[in-house]
């Protein structure tokens, strides 16, 4: 029109925004816009920045992604908000002069920040790294998968994720299986019967080991545990043995894996496997 100057990029002349069918309009298409340009920065985020990072499983290097990704999304909510003239209506009706509705969201509020901070707290003291394996004081144990601004996300042994607050886990007692360790361990023994060739037994146990797709050597060694025949039992010799292997994998599957490997090596080569076994006598009546 003439004697009109249009400066900047407004999508409103393209419709009347005065109405509600504008308004809902001119939100559609805010929002669109900022579902485009959030994935786009995402995308390009991903590519380029987080690929970058090498230490991947660092938990202050994991924390802040989760929250660069949350303040992006979060920025793109408050631009469509500000921008679309129905959703600023809706926020005058909603906010002005309503102090109750600050009270409330404020109390709303109170977890989500009490699990960022503590999110915070997490990922500059460091109790444990993504793919540590801890168990907290309730009893719950697993592998850490991940750290978000509101929970951790542990993997069990059921391969079930348990989602835990940051505030939660923060309060918690922590055992930390692969503490500042490349390797863990665990004491395995091994009964055979009387009579059987030591040496022949030994050496089929530590072949089993090292067979083992879990076991690794000892990190300070570099070499697998040697095997120790350690003492006399009522009705067996008892070997005994150190296996050590990754903090990721569960200490129920090392021992699973290798007691069968053994177990089956001792078949094989005829080794006996002794058990317990009661002789009763039944006296007769006179």
């Not at 894996?257 to 496997?273: C, L, P, Q, W």
Request: aromatic fraction near 10%; include cysteine; hydrophobic fraction near 45%.
């Amino acid at each position: 029109m003439p004697g009109t100057e249009i400066t900047g990029f407004d999508i409103s002349i393209f419709f009347d925004k005065t109405t509600a069918l504008g308004q809902a309009v001119e939100l559609l298409i805010y929002t669109f816009i900022a579902c485009i340009t959030t994935t786009i920065i995402l995308l390009i985020y991903n590519r380029f920045v987080k690929k970058k990072l090498k230490n991947k499983k660092n938990i202050q290097i994991r924390f802040t992604q989760n929250i660069i990704r949350t303040l992006i999304i979060l920025i793109a909510v408050i631009w469509v908000l500000v921008s679309s003239t129905a959703t600023t209506d809706i926020g005058k009706v909603l906010f002005q002069g309503t102090a109750i509705i600050g009270a409330v969201a404020g109390l709303a509020a109170q977890p989500v920040l009490g699990d960022l901070f503590s999110g915070l707290a997490l990922s500059f003291n460091k109790p444990f790294e993504i793919g540590d394996r801890i168990e907290l004081d309730n009893g719950i144990r697993g592998v850490v998968m991940d750290i978000t601004p509101r929970h951790v996300v542990l993997r069990t042994i059921d391969t079930i994720d348990v989602i835990v607050p940051n505030s939660k886990i923060n309060s918690c007692l922590i055992t930390n299986m692969s503490h500042n360790t490349k390797i863990r361990s665990v004491h395995m023994r091994f009964n055979v019967a009387y009579g059987t060739d030591i040496d022949k037994a030994m050496k089929v146990l530590r072949d089993a080991v090292i067979e083992s797709d879990y076991s690794e050597p000892e990190w300070k060694n570099k070499d697998y545990g040697p095997v120790y025949f350690i003492s006399y039992a009522d009705s067996s010799l008892v070997l005994a043995t150190t296996v050590y292997y990754k903090p990721v994998n569960a200490t129920e599957i090392v021992m699973s894996d290798i007691n069968k490997r053994v177990n089956d090596a001792f078949t094989r080569e005829g080794i006996e496997i002794p058990f317990n076994y009661v002789n009763v006598v039944m006296k007769d009546k006179d």
